[in-house]
């Protein structure tokens, strides 16, 4: 668990690297339908002015899985005086989100968006774990605009061979 310190470290830092990453590959393929996502909220909502942190979870992991650590982030963050709404989101294909025949990185970016669209959210602050980290980073790139900040956690911005891990 990150300490309070480190956690608000986090919302200052900007991790983005698009090495090896493409745009244009990422939009030409956003086209694909969404599904509805289930989130939580774990921090201040909704009166609040800042800009929202959305936690994106990793493959066969779920938002709540970083309940806790969000809840700390939120405590903190308005012990500060800068209280912001943490959602906790359950990407396709896991928790209590809608389930789809396909998912990847430009379907799940999608959905991302589509959740900020539904909640009114005009840009957030995106934290990835793993896939989450990989589908922040593809909505990264697809639609800049929406990211004020971008952490990524144990994902590079490469593409990975068959067999690697």
């Known amino acids: 668990m990150l300490a309070p310190a480190s956690v608000t470290l986090c919302l200052h830092t900007w991790v983005a690297s698009t090495a090896r990453l493409s745009r244009s ?4 393929t956003a086209t694909a339908s969404s599904v509805g996502l289930q989130f939580s909220d774990a921090g201040s909502w ?6 929202p942190f959305v936690v994106l979870h990793g493959l066969l992991g779920a938002g ?3 309940q806790t650590w ?3 982030l939120g405590d903190d963050c308005a012990a500060k005086g800068a209280a912001r709404r943490v959602l906790l989101v359950d990407l ?3 928790g209590s989100s809608d389930k789809a025949a396909t998912m990847s990185f430009v379907e799940m970016a999608a959905d991302v968006r589509r959740l900020l669209d539904e909640q009114g959210i005009p840009k957030a602050i995106l934290c990835g774990h793993s896939l989450g980290g990989k589908v922040a980073m593809a909505l990264a790139l697809q639609s800049p605009e929406r990211v ?17 891990s």
């Open 64 to 66: 709540s899985n970083f």
């Open 46 to 51: 909704p009166a609040t002015s800042q800009t």
């Open 148 to 164: 004020e900040r971008l952490v990524v956690l144990d994902m590079a911005p490469v593409t990975y061979e068959t067999g690697e």
């Open 25 to 28: 590959s990422a939009v030409a």
């Open 92 to 94: 396709r294909n896991h």
């Open 70 to 72: 969000a809840a700390r």
